[in-house]
């Protein structure tokens, strides 16, 4: 298997534009995560899906960001408008049968807001 | 105070010795500890799990936990500079009602030849 794909790898933009991240989990995988990392606050969970499903959206900063799961081999995390501070790196991680088993973690999407 | 505690180092060792990397948890509910190793620039990557008392040890990785104390810790014997990297320290948590991977802010370790 490929792994967990995510696009695009940089994004650079300027505040205020929207920022759509998407993520390819492993085929079979039931779970899909979105995690955010900064310096300060290490990495973030910001909500899973189980099944395509949201489960758990509790870390999803504010009203801007937004994320969907539409299909089992296909998501987006979307950020609008967007700001300097949401500057970081997202990662989307898939994971078997269990929100808490092993997570594949893709290579990351780092994002820079000007 | 956070959830998962980490010191952010560097740690640095001079190759073949132990490295011993520590983290402290909040939630005294937690069974399922975990440590990620992340290499500069990549994504983690699962190393260890643990889930009961006392040590458990996968070639010349071991990791250690404490329930009582509210401790885990990683050691690396004969450290090599392939084993430079941050180490992060992940609990489950069920703070929200769901079962997570709560991370910490990682400690990273530079292994010097």
């Known amino acids: 298997d490929a792994g967990v794909i995510q696009s695009p790898r940089h994004e650079v933009t300027e505040m205020g534009q929207e920022v759509t991240l998407r993520c390819k989990p492993i085929?079979?995988?039931?779970?899909l995560f979105w995690y955010r990392q900064t310096m300060m606050r290490g990495l973030e969970l910001l909500i899973y899906?189980?099944?395509?499903?949201?489960?758990?959206d509790s870390g999803m900063p504010e009203d801007r960001f937004s994320a969907k799961m539409p299909n089992a081999s296909f998501s987006t995390l979307k950020i609008q408008p967007s700001e300097p501070r949401d500057s970081a790196v997202y990662f989307c991680?898939?994971?078997?049968?269990?929100?808490?088993?092993?997570?594949?973690f893709g290579e990351g999407s780092r994002l820079t807001v000007l | 105070q956070k959830e998962v505690e980490q010191n952010s180092g560097p740690l640095s060792v001079p190759e073949g010795a132990i490295a011993s990397l520590n983290c402290t948890y909040s939630?005294?509910?937690?069974?399922?500890f975990f440590w990620y190793r992340q290499y500069s620039g990549k994504s983690p990557e699962l190393i260890m799990s643990i889930y009961s008392n006392g040590d458990k040890e996968d070639g010349r990785f071991t990791a250690q936990l404490n329930k009582a104390s509210q401790y885990v810790s990683l050691l690396i014997r004969d450290s090599q500079p392939s084993d430079s990297a941050t180490y992060l320290c992940a609990v489950v948590s069920r703070d929200t009602g769901f079962q997570k991977l709560v991370f910490g802010t990682g400690t990273r370790l530079l292994v010097s030849p």
């Open positions: 085929s079979g995988h039931d779970y």
């Open positions: 899906f189980n099944n395509n499903v949201p489960i758990d």
């Open positions: 939630d005294r509910g937690s069974q399922s």
């Open positions: 991680a898939s994971s078997q049968d269990s929100p808490t088993g092993e997570l594949f």
